[in-house]
C-alpha cells in the first residue's frame, strides 16, 4: 500500500519561502492525483495545489496561494514537492500529502501524516 511521508515543515517569516517535500513509497504516476492540503487549528482541511501525475503533470492552485505556491514532480524519484513563496501568517497549518483519483478532498485515498508550518511576523 502506497505510504507518503511529508518533510519537517518549519517556520518562516512573513513574506519568506518553505520548501515541502513528499516521498512516496511506489511509482507517484499509480496515482492520477497527487495534491497538498492544509489545516489550521479550527478549520476544515482545504486544498492547496494539485498536480495530475500524468498528462504533462497540469496543476491547480487554490485562489489563496495562486502565483505563490508552485506544485512539482519528480517521477524518477517519487517526490512531490510544494514551494512555498511570499508566506502570509494565514498559511499556517499542518500540511498534508495525499494521492488518489480525483482531485478533491474526499477523492484522495492515501494521506501523509502532516508536517506544521508556522509563519510569524
Known amino acids: 500500500q502506497l505510504q507518503l511521508e511529508e518533510s519537517e515543515g518549519g517556520s518562516a517569516q512573513v513574506g519568506g519561502s518553505l520548501r515541502l517535500t513528499c516521498a512516496a513509497t511506489?511509482?507517484?504516476?499509480?496515482?492520477?492525483?497527487m495534491g497538498w492540503f492544509r489545516q489550521a487549528p479550527g478549520k476544515k482541511r482545504e486544498a492547496v495545489a494539485y498536480i495530475y501525475t500524468h498528462h504533462g503533470g497540469s496543476e491547480y492552485y487554490d485562489e489563496s496561494v495562486r502565483g505563490r505556491f508552485t506544485i512539482s514532480q519528480d517521477n524518477a524519484k517519487n517526490l512531490i514537492y510544494l514551494q512555498m513563496n511570499n508566506l502570509r501568517p494565514e498559511d499556517s497549518a499542518t500540511y498534508y500529502c495525499a494521492a488518489g483519483i480525483v482531485a478533491s478532498l474526499d477523492g484522495m485515498d492515501y494521506w501523509g501524516k502532516g508536517t506544521l508550518v508556522t509563519i510569524s511576523s
Open positions: 511506489e511509482d507517484i504516476t499509480k496515482n492520477k492525483v
